[in-house]
């Protein structure tokens, strides 16, 4: 299978405990440079505490890094409520960066295309190899209740494809 990207955060139970608890603090520790596998944003989503859910909201939006805000913003993104949703929403739609890292980690994810191809698909995505098998998980993707902006990316990336999926 191809390499997506290298270099994950992926955490088990102690690294995420040590994680959020540096988190409570207001320190960020790896998110500010290292992005997250899916699966870390979950498990942080599962146990967050409410001061945590605070900072990711205020670095969501006002983060150091692109990585910071993005990996912020991913986690927020697996918390109910219609705050949240709302709070994803205007990130992705006022910050490119890090839309440009989430679209691009929604295509590698759902393609499993290299990272550069991912983020050059996020950039313009007429030039996704096979889009219309993309087209058709991306469907999938934008009614599925479990993450906000995987939805919001994958309604952006089916907009965005309208012109090459009649070919």
Known sequence: MPRTYSNLLIV?????????????????????????????DVSLGSVVSDKAVAWFRKWAIEGDTAALRTNSLSVIAKLPG???????VQVLENDPKVRRLIVGSEIS???????????QGADDPTTIPEPRKLALKLAKGAINPK?????WACTYLLTRMVSVLGR
């Open 12 to 40: 088990d139970k102690a690294s995420r405990a040590q994680l959020l608890a540096g988190v409570e603090q207001g320190d960020p520790g790896p998110l500010r440079i290292t992005p997250t596998a899916h699966c870390t």
């Open 147 to 151: 993450g906000t902006e995987a939805r």
């Open 82 to 88: 219609q705050e949240n949703a709302d709070l994803v």
């Open 109 to 119: 994810r759902l393609t499993q295309l290299d990272w550069q191809i991912a983020l």
